[in-house]
């Protein structure tokens, strides 16, 4: 492995220095001028950078092309074409033209689509995102792409990033301006996700079927020890972890992704990546790769990499913190609240900006993250609830409330953190220290996401954040472009848009049971399951305000929807099959067998012994046949209802079904079967136990 990281850095990348090396330089800089202001490329342009970047990949060892999109199954799809083309002399040269690069055509019609595919052409074209860099993977030469549908109906999840960066740039724009900032001429997002996940012994792992099919565990007991001892957490990372780690850093620092930080977190076996923060569409192209790496690179380690919300009950589940901030081209990130904040009008603006974007589109948030894993995770005691509320600290709270009240507020330096490092703002340091339950939490020049599951791609939720961003952006606009009094105007609605959402702010402790009844109180959201999260998408106020940014029409909020529905539904329904086949096929004829075992020991003790000396024997075999009836029974029931539920045909009632009925059964079943393990003798348990998966590593 070559230690020379900065050599090796981007390598694998056709980036910006590489550009410049290998284009004209017109054509380098017209391309450049067309990325910076979001302008389509002349198709000149795209040969002369099709052909650098053929010979470039070339070089780098590459025999095919792709565009590499994100369809809405979740991850990146990839369709490879060789770069042959043959000559009138029957030989072959390498070849790429702007055409190729520019636009592709996959057959669309096996990438979900909800209704779009039934009303509109099954094709569907990939175009070049020249705003994220092309790269070399597996000998291909990747280029990212947006998927449309031919009547321009975005087919995936990178076309809404696009346009909702490009919504909230325009409105945010017109923001800095008013305060005099006249050289910035784009705004734009940018994120940070962390990324967590889970290693597991491969061998172990082929042999749960509930793993193999599902990605989490459908049964098993809680092992003696679990993540009580946190000795897991910030710990020694074992030797084939740390070996993996360093490949995995290795091999996306090669692709020009931020890798910065590896540890373990909180539960057994868990651990977390974060890069730095990029631009938004960018860091979900790396994060996309981020995952794909992982999984490819655990099993070249004997390991696999589980990116399930929650693989195992009673253990944390994992997230994706997606830390996000706006910042102009100059550089000015809008969300650092500077040395003091009360007089900082412009932060105070974008902070009661976010503060009425979160509470008014709560319902947008929590669909952003609704998944049937993620739906596992939320509202346990180790992960956000599914209230969204936001976390600002004493200090902002005081200074907003400050504002609200027409009263003038002392930031206080006093107690100011010196840490000595730029990234942690000269904020006071909080009496509350950090909030880790809060779903939407300030930490310090960001905010930080904390709901989305960590199998899910960030795009979803960025869609959001920007969009919600830019209607409240172009209402404070709107407002300030007429003001008289500027300034007035500006404390104005700082102070009006606390007072009508301060409802959403939260410093409190998120995972309580006081939280929930608080919430119920103050009328905030509390959408417990995907199903009955997905249908507000399409609420009039939402179809309103994406068309108005360009970011959604009507029938793609539809479809979208339905397809949120589709997945969920088809994700319990295969998780509905594969535990009723271990429970028929390996748990039932385990119990049968322990029960065999005892009942041949209790005769043969039977002549030896008094009969009333057999209690602990006829107590296990009554048990282990309690289990076995239920068992039965339980199963049947899920068969039963797994075939109702797909006679279902309403997309939403069939989710609901699913969700009420089908998962409710299939709770039950655990119930039983972990009981069962802890009862069946270790030889006869058909599969590796939550305590081999999480400590034989
Ligand atoms: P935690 O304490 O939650 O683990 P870290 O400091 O490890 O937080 O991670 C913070 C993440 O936030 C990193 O990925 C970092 O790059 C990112 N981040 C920092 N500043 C910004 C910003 N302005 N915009 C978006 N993300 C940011
Ligand atoms: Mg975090």
Redesign the pocket.
């Known amino acids: 492995m070559n230690t020379n990281i900065s050599e090796t850095f981007g390598s694998n990348v056709f980036g910006d220095a590489v550009m410049k090396e290998r284009l004209p330089k017109v054509t380098y800089e017209l391309l450049r001028n067309a990325v910076i202001s979001g302008k389509s490329i002349d198709s000149n342009i795209a040969d002369s950078v099709a052909n650098a970047m053929k010979e470039w990949a070339i070089e780098k060892g590459a025999t095919h092309f792709t565009h590499w999109f994100q369809p809405m199954t979740g991850i990146t799809a990839e369709k490879h074409d060789s770069f042959i083309a043959p000559t009138a002399e029957g030989r072959i040269i390498m070849d790429f033209s702007g055409k190729e690069l520019i636009k592709g055509e996959p057959d669309a019609s096996s990438f979900p689509s909800g209704g779009l595919r039934a009303t509109f052409e099954a094709r569907g074209y990939t175009a070049w995102d020249p705003s994220s860099f092309a790269f070399v993977k597996d000998k291909t030469l990747c280029i990212p792409t947006a998927f449309c549908s031919y009547g321009g109906e975005a087919l995936d999840q990178k076309t809404p990033l696009l346009r909702s960066m490009d919504a909230v740039s325009k409105q945010a724009l017109r923001i800095v301006k008013l305060f005099g900032m006249e050289d910035v001429t784009s705004v734009r997002t940018?994120?940070?996700p962390?990324q967590e996940y889970f290693l597991i012994d491969k061998e172990l792992f082929s042999k749960r079927p509930d793993l193999m099919y599902c990605g989490r565990t459908l049964t098993g007991a809680v092992p003696p020890k679990g993540q009580e001892m946190n000795d897991h957490y910030f710990g020694v990372i074992k030797p084939r972890v740390a070996e993996f780690m360093k490949e995995l850093d290795s091999e996306l620092w090669k692709l020009g992704v931020l890798a910065?930080?590896e540890h373990n977190e909180a539960a057994p076996a868990q651990h977390e990546l974060?890069?730095?923060?990029t631009t938004t569409n960018i860091a979900a192209d790396h994060n996309q790769l981020t995952m794909e790496l992982m999984k490819k690179i655990a099993d070249k380690h004997g390991l696999v990499c589980l990116l399930h919300e929650k693989p195992f009950k009673g253990v944390n589940g994992s997230g994706k913190?997606n830390?996000?901030?706006l910042?102009t081209d100059t550089g000015i990130?809008l969300l650092k609240p500077g040395k003091n904040p009360s007089e900082n009008p412009l932060f105070l603006l974008c902070l009661a900006g976010v503060v009425k974007a979160v509470d008014l589109h709560q319902d947008l948030l929590r669909i952003s993250v609704a998944t049937a894993g993620n739906d596992h995770r939320l509202g346990g005691a180790e992960a956000p609830p599914s209230i969204i509320s936001m976390y600002l600290g004493e200090e902002l709270t005081e200074i907003l409330e400050a504002v609200e009240n027409g009263v003038h507020h002392d930031d206080r330096h006093k107690t100011n953190m010196t840490v000595g490092t730029e990234?942690i703002p000269t904020i006071r340091k909080d009496n509350t220290d950090r909030n880790r339950t809060s779903p939407f939490a300030f930490?310090g020049?960001?905010f930080?996401f904390r709901m989305l599951g960590s199998a899910a791609s960030i795009s979803d939720a960025n869609v959001m954040l920007n969009t919600m961003m830019a209607d409240v952006f172009m209402e404070f606009a709107d407002r300030l472009e007429k003001a008289k009094d500027f300034n007035k105007e500006v404390a104005l609605i700082i102070k009006e848009t606390v007072h009508e959402h301060k409802r959403i702010i939260f410093n409190g402790d998120g995972y309580s049971k006081e939280w929930q009844e608080e919430a119920k109180k103050r009328g905030l959201l509390n959408l417990a399951s995907t199903p009955s999260a997905v249908p507000l998408l399409t609420l009039k106020k939402n179809v309103e305000m994406f068309l108005r940014h360009g970011v959604f029409n009507e029938t793609e909020l539809i479809c979208r929807a339905e397809i949120m529905l589709e997945n969920y539904s088809k994700i319990v329904h295969i998780e509905a099959l594969t535990l009723s086949e271990m429970v028929k096929r390996d748990i039932m004829p385990a119990v049968s067998k322990a029960l065999k075992e005892i009942c041949l020991t209790a005769d043969a003790l039977k002549s030896a012994l008094r009969k009333d000396a057999l209690k602990a024997q006829k107590d296990i075999i009554e048990k282990l046949s309690e289990y076995y009836e239920n068992l039965y029974g339980y199963v049947n029931e899920l068969d039963i209802k797994t075939e109702e539920a797909q006679n279902v045909a309403d997309p939403l009632k069939r989710a609901e079904f699913y969700n009420e009925t089908v998962l409710s059964l299939m709770e039950k079943i655990r119930a039983v079967t972990d009981d069962a393990e802890t009862l069946v003798p270790r030889k006869n348990w058909p599969y590796p136990t939550y305590g081999d998966l999480l400590f034989k590593v």
């Open positions: 940018t994120a940070g962390e910065k930080t974060a890069p730095i923060f913190h830390n996000w901030s910042a990130n990234v930490t020049n960001k930080e």
